[in-house]
């Protein structure tokens, strides 16, 4: 199949794109390969300064076949030039952060995003002489408000973890343009399949390929997509000198679960709208957010911006730790853990003033935009490609006391 996957559908890019049969032994599956070094030109150069994107490779840290092959898949399911796979989703946002920031900018970033994103910016980043501003995404007056001469990005992630809170990609990337700013966002919920965001004006989006993209639970990964030019830069001057590099095994495996991905969307979206119209008539549940759902505060953006509503719910109860403990004991087909995207259900209680005192820390106008979606609590429930009638039945008998 040719390099130039853009006359090809999505299914048929996820199965090909970055594929090839071996030369060598004909093996129609993708080779694994796990050395760490290559035969190198005595002319070859020992220090990655300079290094080119298309430089035969050299050290694993540098770059392997196996990890590049994902990353072609990323970029064809993506449309980006250029994408460079890390050790896990956080390895990429802190490659961004270091590549962009630098003492005295000005980072922007949402309100609620992943915890440890969200951590960074509370803490590490300020030490470094960053100024931070935290921000309800969906409310464009306050993304206008934030933005200074000194802003060099704007952070965002849309559907936000864990509270299911939408970003109008197309309108911010406007914001941030218009001050000279880049945008980044954080797409692991959405899936190329639900949203591209560099489509609609964004910059550089970043994936935790242990969720949806790799989707068995199995291995750690994330990546970072954008234009050729920049990318390579964050390869060489970040990724390969900070050595949060992608194993090659890791690669492997989601590039496998990638073959997969369209389906198993469309299976986690069937599921996840199922079950969420389950729970908005159960009469223990007192509210559900999904961007599937005509309820959700934002579902006009939602379908006007993702062709997937992803596999991504929440819902809230009267007594949430009461109703953890009930669901732990007594969910069959679910497991009670984190994480997200797996083929297998998973759910998982986070208390509101817990996420407020570890990971938001926010002022009392945005706490409250907070609790607008969390309440008091919110179970975040990732919905796998069960059948939809046993997850149904799962929850109504755990649900129920005895």
């Known amino acids: 199949m040719q390099d130039n996957f853009e006359e090809y559908g999505v299914r048929t890019k996820a199965i090909h794109a970055g594929e090839r049969p071996d030369p060598t032994t004909g093996a129609s599956a993708p080779n694994l390969v796990m050395s760490t070094t290559f035969l190198a030109d005595p002319e070859a ?46 390895a990429a946002i802190s490659a961004l952060f270091f590549h962009l920031l630098r003492s005295g900018d000005h980072l922007v970033i949402s309100d609620v995003t992943y915890a440890a994103a969200a951590e960074m910016a509370n803490d590490l980043l300020p030490g470094l002489g960053i100024q931070i501003t935290k921000v309800d995404m969906s409310d464009l007056d306050a993304v206008a408000a934030a933005l200074t001469p000194q802003t060099k990005l704007v952070y965002a992630e849309t559907p936000c973890n864990p509270i299911l809170r939408l970003t109008d990609i197309h309108a911010v990337a406007e914001l941030a343009h218009s001050v000279g700013a880049v945008l980044a966002v954080d797409s692991t919920f959405a899936t190329p399949i639900g949203t591209r965001p560099l489509t609609l004006g964004a ?44 194993s090659p095994f890791n690669a492997w495996l989601i590039m496998r679960g990638m073959a997969t991905l369209p389906l198993r969307m469309r299976a986690h979206e069937e599921n996840a709208l ?72 998973l759910l998982f209680y986070m208390p509101t003033a817990d996420l407020q005192a570890s990971s938001f820390r926010l002022p009392p106008k945005q706490f409250a935009s907070l609790q607008a979606y969390a309440g008091e609590g919110i179970f975040r429930v990732s919905i796998g490609i069960e059948d939809a009638e046993d997850l149904c039945a799962d929850l109504a008998q755990a649900l129920t006391a005895d």
Request: hydrophobic residues 40%; positive net charge.
């Open 45 to 90: 150069n020992f220090s990655v300064e300079g290094l080119e994107a298309d430089a035969p490779y050299f050290y694993t840290r540098w770059g392997n076949p196996t990890v590049h092959q994902l990353e072609q898949k990323l970029c064809a399911l993506e449309g980006a030039e250029a994408a460079v796979a890390f050790g896990s989703g956080m």
């Open 203 to 246: 910059d550089f989006v970043l994936h935790s390929l242990t969720k949806y993209i790799g989707g068995h639970g199995d291995a750690l990964g994330g990546a970072l997509l954008g234009g050729a030019s920049e990318i390579e830069k964050m390869r060489q001057k970040v990724a390969i000198r900070t050595g949060g590099i992608l």
């Open 274 to 345: 199922q079950v969420a119209n389950f729970l908005e008539k159960h009469a223990k549940i007192k509210r559900v957010i999904y961007p599937g759902l005509p309820s959700h505060p934002q579902f006009a953006l939602a379908q006007r911006q993702m062709k997937n509503f992803s596999g991504m719910l929440t819902f809230q109860v009267a007594d949430g730790p009461a109703m953890a403990r009930q669901l732990a004991e007594r969910l069959k087909v679910f497991h009670y853990a984190v994480s997200l995207g797996h083929h297998r259900s």
